[in-house]
């Protein structure tokens, strides 16, 4: 997971936005979709290569859970905990609100209205539109390319690509959260080696 939050951070860094009126239109549809739903269950899957994961995450105002292969990531929306399962260790830093990955900040990864890169129509097909977004700042590199249901704004799939990476991320499950978001809890992972770098 760790190489995989490592191209999408690099992709989804924050840049300064313009984009033509279509797009933007569908950017705000998916910012009012996600939105409406309030604290929200995403299922997803995962490919990177050869790489395939199913995941999930919960959304509550600034706090998420994430569960993928043998990580959790949780964050209260001022400290992130990723734990590593099978390495038994546990990193601890300062949440970065304004980021836009889904691995690493779910709470903003579908908010691209006004905000950092310029969108574009690449393809139509069907009910569904894809966007390609980019980062004005030319000293972040790749390309976000953002799949939407047009009726509906509902996020289908979001891709990073960043030289010869290409992760897909889709969303095969969108659902109203009627509970709270699992927290950190440090009893639970006695024993794990713990890294702050906070």
Not at 19 to 30: H, K, N, P
Not at 49 to 69: N, S, T
């Amino acid at each position: 997971m760790r190489r995989i939050l490592v191209v999408i951070m690099a992709v989804c860094s924050v840049a300064v936005c313009s984009a033509d009126e279509r797009s933007q239109g569908v950017l705000r549809s998916v910012a009012e979709y996600v939105r409406a739903l309030g604290a929200y269950d995403a299922e997803f899957d995962v490919a990177a290569g050869e790489y395939r994961a199913k995941g999930r995450y919960g959304v509550a105002g600034d706090a998420y859970h994430i569960k993928l292969d043998q990580a959790e990531v949780y964050s209260d929306g001022k400290v992130r905990y990723e734990v590593d399962h099978e390495r038994k260790e546990v990193n601890i830093d300062v949440m970065d609100l304004q980021n836009r990955n889904i691995l690493d900040n779910p709470t903003r990864c579908f908010d691209f209205v006004g905000a950092d890169y310029s969108a574009m129509v690449y393809t139509e097909a069907g009910g569904e539109i894809t966007l390609l977004l980019r980062a004005n700042d030319t000293s972040i590199e790749g390309d976000i390319y953002l799949t939407v249901a047009k009726n509906t704004g509902r996020p289908r799939k979001i891709v990073y690509v960043l030289y010869d990476d290409r992760i897909e991320v889709n969303i095969t499950s969108l659902e109203r959260r009627k509970d709270a978001v699992a927290m950190y809890d440090a009893s639970r992972y006695k024993g794990y080696e713990i890294v702050d770098f906070r």
